[in-house]
């Protein structure tokens, strides 16, 4: 007997914010490596740190456990630790900041500009002291900070540069890869981002002396030589990547430039779709419309407050019920518990925190269809109909 049933079918699959891309390829890849023997950091590592290397002009290269640890490495191997300030975006995923809480350094916040959600380059200047070591920018969604302006700040104020680029793998500056030029460039391997380990970072370094540091750093500060010989200097870690995940990583470097391109194209999608009269009375913000250097790694918009009768928790449970997943890409660091017992306020960077209150990412990754993207604005723009204040 055929159980009646009072739940209507979904209109269409869930539509995730993100997923990751493995293709069959890279899953027999990882079978072979399971049955290799070797399933730990070793040969697979080396090849992937290989073809990172290549794939950053020749520079330096080493793999790691996180985006979290290669910073936190970074800042180590520049000498950055109690008494020093860190200037940084109060924008971005906490691990940002909070690796330099971990070294014992001090992070000075400079708010963000409004338009590209980038630290407002501008403003940096204004927040060094005699203590400031380091400017840790990041790439917010891809979207390149002006590497030309960071580095002439830099240069000027003897100060070191590590880039969170966690987000912007395949982005590039002036036609050079993100990560090609610079001072320390730090990548995360998270299943988030555009390029996956499952788990997993890298960080580009100047020269072989730092390069072999972050080894120490990696391990336990262990250095080998010779047949048996052993010895430690410094505090390490437990950083290194598995072989099983470099793997997935070298199946990934095989199709990045795919997966830009595609989402790249689903960006001037939605950018097309946006443009139409009804989306445009909702008064949503978007992103800056950059199909040239950015990697797209997020698609982020950000909500109208003002204009609003309900908060976004409200619109995100709607797109849910509809079968769209989003996600908050950040709440503004400096309003977490942990740093306003560290003396920050409201109001010490209004344009990160209106953003972080109101800031929407949407569905974006390379195996969406171009439906999806039609399907997110129109039910998108559907639910803030309702919501307008008139
Ligand atoms: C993901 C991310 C990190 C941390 O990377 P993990 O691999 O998760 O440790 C750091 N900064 C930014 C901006 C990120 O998006």
């Known amino acids: 007997m055929p159980v009646p049933t009072a739940t209507p079918k979904p209109a269409a699959p869930f539509l995730p914010m993100t997923r990751p891309t493995i293709d069959d390829e890279t899953i027999a890849g990882v079978c072979e ?3 290799s023997g070797w399933i730990t950091s070793g040969p697979k590592v080396k090849e992937f740190e290989a073809k990172l290397s290549a794939y950053f002009g020749g520079r330096p290269v080493r793999a790691f456990n996180s985006g979290t640890c290669t910073m936190e490495i970074a800042l180590r191997i520049a000498g950055i630790g109690p008494g020093h300030e860190v200037i940084t975006t109060p924008m971005s995923w906490v691990a940002t900041s909070n690796v330099i809480l971990e070294v014992g350094a001090r992070p000075v916040f400079v708010d963000i500009d409004p338009v ?3 630290i407002d380059l501008s403003r940096i200047e204004a927040a060094i002291t005699p203590a400031t ?3 840790m920018p ?3 969604a891809g979207l390149p900070v002006d590497r030309d302006q960071l580095y002439t700040i830099a240069k000027k104020h003897n100060l070191r540069v590590i880039e969170d680029a966690a987000q912007s793998f395949g982005t590039t500056w002036a036609g050079k890869r993100i990560g090609s030029f610079g001072d320390f460039v730090s990548f995360s391997f998270h299943p988030n981002k555009n390029v996956t380990t499952i788990e997993g970072g890298c960080l580009v370094l100047n020269n072989e002396a730092e390069a072999k540091l972050a080894e120490q750093y990696r391990l336990q500060g262990v250095v080998r030589s010779g047949m048996d010989g052993m010895e430690v200097e410094i505090v390490g870690g437990k950083f290194n990547l598995t072989d099983v995940a470099a793997r997935v990583g070298l199946g990934q470097i095989a199709q990045v430039d795919a997966f830009t391109t ?7 999608l939605y950018f097309e779709k946006f443009s139409t009269l009804a989306a445009r009375s909702t008064s949503l913000l978007l992103p800056v419309a950059d199909f ?3 990697n797209w790694h997020m698609f982020q918009v950000v909500l109208p407050e003002e204009k609003l009768a309900v908060k976004r928790a409200e619109i995100m449970t709607q797109l849910n019920a509809a079968g769209i997943g989003t996600g908050v890409h950040y709440p503004a660091i400096h309003l977490f518990a942990l740093y306003r017992r560290l003396g920050w306020k409201a109001g010490d960077f209004p344009h990160a925190e209106y953003f972080g209150r109101n800031t929407l990412t949407l569905p974006l990754f ?3 269809a171009d439906s999806d993207v039609t399907r997110v604005v129109e039910t998108l723009v559907a639910i803030l109909q309702q919501h307008l204040r008139s």
Do not use: K
Request: hydrophobic content about 35%; glycine content about 0%; aromatic content about 0%.
């Open 138 to 140: 990041v790439d917010l």
């Open 262 to 268: 595609r989402r790249r194209e689903l960006a001037r």
């Open 292 to 294: 040239e250097q950015s």
């Open 366 to 368: 390379p195996t969406m």
């Open 33 to 35: 490596v399971l049955r």
């Open 116 to 118: 590209t959600r980038n």
């Open 133 to 135: 070591r380091a400017i």
